[in-house]
């Protein structure tokens, strides 16, 4: 079991528990002893009238009752049976459904008796007809509810009166309806919500239901499919697209790999649809950009270690929730086409996008599938240079192909079955010239590359699941049999300090998983909640061989078995606590096995026996949220999580004769957070200060020759994310974020050393203003900046270890604009880096190495035309 209270750990914990206390119980405490229906009392009485019983429930409780003589009958007789009970609990059991509402003045408590009660039913939607899910609809004053997937609300045991119902939800501007509820019917009543921001108030990776973003505690991002779609015109990868738009998200290489963007200096665990993307036992660094844009509905962000996922979320998870079938028409679709380049050097850099998606609903059977094809042309820096072409996105082709199929069993049951298969590879008639690291950069001339292409092979995704909504005590169930299979080819080297001569080598990865989740609501007014648990259990072989046929890393046949369970619990309506256990169970099998030859004639081979190695560790996590006010939203939380990150790595780098002498033991993150989100008229504002240890990690460190080796030391890592929306006008609104991470490993000796930039970030800051001048015309300007971190001296011979160089600041500004000539038809126009900005990428600075010292992209302009249908 690891669970970190030791003094240290104590001392992270101990500040944030005490800020939340001094933030949320000390209030609540306070309230409970001055308002007179959350006094606990004992009282026992037998047979007498319900006046005597408001007399005697008086006098113990020190207050006075006032109640409508016609609407109660005060002679019926009554039992008090109550030991250290509220007094509004009292009240329950002795009313019923006879209350309408208990309000205090003072040491007053006022009662209003029912009339006999209505129920109001209806939907909601967004402008474009679709349905809005967990939007919050409420009488003004008196109770609310959320709306279902569907759109769907129902508010029961209304009393007969005149009411404004009001619907709401982040980003969107608030709707209300004056209502007249007559005793004993039912009212339908329908809401159309207009967008006014960015956000989106669903979530469900956090916990594996959908819930609201505001009952989380913990850091969100959600990117919207608007967010997605006006990014993707102006670069279609979604490392990019996430790199801008995601604090605490390292910086994008715009390379094919995704290296160095860590979540907040921690491995990130990608999903599609629940489905593990990533290859945490020999991470290939291809996982974030393991899908096109144009077949995802929405990205959820979950930061910090999760202790409810698996193997790898270390710092967090990304999952790309795909597209579902949606309205009511038996075909519809959009086609999609677009071309790209650097508009001041257009040859060879010309490329083209073709999209296209069907989606339709025949009676129980709903359906989307979609195809999309990709080519780059060349890339070229600001001043028309070729840019260097190692694991680079200049031209590469990639292809998607997607497909999903709902139906509908009965009226609480449902199939759905998934595939989804992602292509990219680079094919280039350019060979790289190295640059000098910090003089010159690394360009692209023309040569016949010695390799075969890099890139991603394949990437195949499928799912079956099965859900059913109204088993007993309400329980809903979802499982979820899967496949996953990936390949990584990397880029081809003439030399190694991994191996003796030239080679190549390939990440493949075979999963095959079951994923069974249960929920169970419990509860009742004062106290409810709901119970998520269920199992997880993954197959994962993963290998690293070289295309020439040599081993590099052997099969690791991991099987991994994870119960677990989660308890949501809302307390007196406005405090939400969340805390859960997930037991990890893993075996990883690995044959007898011979390491690279480093020299000719087989020299530095090493025999290594097998063996299997097992891990167990049981993750915590709890986390506390208060909710009761917009303009003051706080979240206090601790969080595990598990990883066998770089676990080939480790075993290809053995200097031992047999496994059981390698040291493999697991990373065990502990998260600890406190955060605030702020909503007050225009304005939305969220923090969060965060820190992070592990007592064993696996930072790389170069060895001095370049070889890069996991340091198996205590790591602490913190930080802080802000970000600030304004709606300041329904066609203006404008937004910015930051987020600052730093991090260090203690060694033997007890010095504390900084994690390479291959970890860790340098300050990241975002901003944007969107205008719509005309109804048909929208606009939105985004800026990126990277900061400076020097954090690393160069060796004696001047020059810096890998991963250790310093960064200096990059700011970029790119556009969207969009014109929609029709409900059918719309241009659109994306332009990256607006100002043909020369710079240094983030990655390529911080490597320090000299054929990976290459420049950004100059301008590039992207424009598309949609039709839908």
């Known amino acids: 079991m690891k669970f970190d209270l030791s003094p240290a750990g ?88 006879g209350i309408k509402a208990a309000r205090t003045k003072g040491n007053q408590i006022l009662i209003q008796a029912s009339q006999g009660k209505s129920t109001i039913v209806g939907t909601v939607q967004t402008s ?39 619907a709401t939800s982040v980003g969107y501007g608030n709707e209300l309806h004056a209502i007249e509820v007559a005793a004993n019917q039912t009212q339908e009543v329908g809401f159309t919500l207009q967008q006014m921001g960015q956000l989106s108030e669903v979530v469900v990776t956090a916990s594996r239901v959908q819930e609201s973003i505001d009952e989380v505690p913990s850091s969100v991002t959600i990117l919207n499919t608007a967010q997605i779609e006006k990014q993707a015109t102006i670069n279609n990868s979604i490392s990019e697209i996430l790199g801008f738009t995601v604090p605490g998200l390292g910086p994008s290489t715009n390379k094919a790999t995704n290296s160095g963007q860590t979540l907040r200096g921690r491995s990130v665990l990608v999903l599609i649809d629940g489905i593990p993307q990533s290859t945490p036992l020999m991470n290939g660094n291809r996982d974030i950009r393991s899908i096109d844009p144009a077949v995802i509905e929405r990205v959820e962000v979950i930061k910090g270690a999760t202790s409810i996922y698996g193997n790898g979320s270390g710092g967090g998870i990304i999952n790309y929730i795909t597209k579902k079938p949606d309205g009511n028409k038996k075909i ?29 609903t025949l009676n129980k059977f709903s359906y989307v599938v979609g195809g999309t094809y990709n080519y780059n042309g060349v890339f070229k820096d600001a001043d028309g240079n070729v840019l260097a072409q190692d694991d680079g996105l200049s031209q590469t082709y990639s292809y998607n192909i997607f497909a999903k199929a709902a139906y509908q069993l009965n009226e609480v049951s449902n199939l759905t079955l998934s595939y989804n298969t992602f292509k990219s590879l680079q094919e280039t008639d350019y060979i790289n010239q190295d640059g000098v690291y910090g003089e010159r950069p690394a360009i692209g001339v023309k040569g016949e590359y010695p390799g075969a292409p890099a890139g991603t092979p394949q990437n195949h995704n499928a799912y079956l699941t099965y859900r059913h909504e109204a088993l007993p005590l309400h329980t809903s169930l979802e499982l979820t049999g899967y496949y996953h299979r990936f390949l990584s080819t990397n880029r081809y080297v003439a030399s190694s300090s991994g191996w003796y001569g030239p080679g190549q080598t390939q990440i493949s990865s075979k999963k095959r998983g079951v994923r069974l989740n249960l929920s169970t609501p419990w509860g009742g007014n004062v106290l409810k909640g709901n119970v998520v648990y269920g199992l997880d259990l993954l197959g994962d072989v993963t290998s690293q061989p070289l295309l020439d046929g040599r081993i590099y890393v052997p099969d690791m046949n991991m099987t991994n078995f994870a119960p677990y369970a989660q308890l949501k619990a809302d307390i007196a309506q406005y405090l939400i606590f969340k805390g859960g256990i997930r037991y990890e169970n893993a075996q990883v099998k690995i044959a007898d096995f011979n390491t690279l030859a480093k020299g000719p004639n087989g020299e530095g081979v090493i025999a290594v026996t097998g063996g299997t190695i097992s891990y167990r560790a049981t993750m915590f996590n709890a986390g506390f949220r208060y909710t009761k006010f917009d303009a003051l939203n706080p979240f206090v939380s601790f969080s595990q999580g598990f990883g066998l990150n770089e676990l080939g790595r480790i075993v290809r780098s053995a200097e031992e004769s047999t496994l059981s002498q390698v040291q493999t033991d697991p990373i065990i993150t502990n998260n600890y957070e406190a955060g605030v989100s702020s909503r007050f008229g225009k304005f939305h504002l969220t923090a969060a200060y965060y820190i992070s240890t592990s007592e064993l990690g696996a930072n790389l460190v170069d060895r001095g020759d370049g070889h890069m080796i996991p340091q198996r030391a205590p790591e602490r890592v913190y930080g802080y994310e802000l970000t600030a929306d304004a709606y300041l006008l329904p066609n203006l609104s404008i937004g910015a974020t930051y987020a600052y991470v ?93 100002f043909n900005n020369a710079y240094f990428p983030f990655y390529s600075q911080y490597n320090a190495r000299n054929e990976q010292y290459y420049m950004g992209n100059g301008a590039k302009a992207n424009l598309s035309i949609s039709y839908s249908f």
């Not at 890998?802 to 332009?831: H, I, M």
């Open 128 to 166: 474009d007809g679709k349905p809005a899910p967990y939007v919050t609809v409420g009488i003004q004053g008196y109770r609310s509810t959320r709306t279902d997937e569907r759109g769907h609300f129902r508010l029961e045991n209304v009393e007969p009166g005149s009411y404004q119902l009001k």
């Open 332 to 360: 519809a679709g959009q086609t999609t086409v677009g071309t790209n380049g650097h508009p001041a050097y257009l040859a060879n850099t010309v490329g083209y996008r073709l999209s296209q998606t069907l989606h339709g």
């Open 742 to 834: 730093e991090g260090k490993a203690e060694l033997e000796n007890g010095t504390k050393q900084y994690l390479t930039g291959a970890r860790i970030a340098p300050p990241k800051a975002t901003a944007y203003v969107y205008y719509a001048p005309a109804e048909k015309l929208e606009l939105q300007l985004f800026w990126a900046h990277t900061g400076n971190r020097d954090r690393f001296a160069p060796q004696d011979n001047g020059k810096y270890r890998n991963a250790e160089g310093p960064t200096k600041a990059v700011n970029l500004v790119n556009l969207n604009a969009s014109y929609q000539f029709n409900r059918a038809l719309r241009a659109s126009l994306g332009v990256e880096n607006l």
């Open 10 to 97: 104590l001392r992270y914990l101990l500040p944030f528990l005490f800020t939340f206390f001094c933030m949320v119980f000390a209030p609540l405490l306070s309230h409970a002893q001055n308002d007179p229906l959350q006094r606990r009392i004992s009282v026992q009485a037998t047979g007498i009238t319900l006046t005597e019983a408001f007399e005697r429930i008086g006098e113990v409780a020190h207050c006075t009752f006032s109640y409508s003589n016609t609407l109660l009958d005060l002679d019926r007789r009554v039992n008090l049976q109550f030991t250290n009970a509220t007094v509004s609990d009292i009240l329950v059991q002795l009313l019923g459904d």
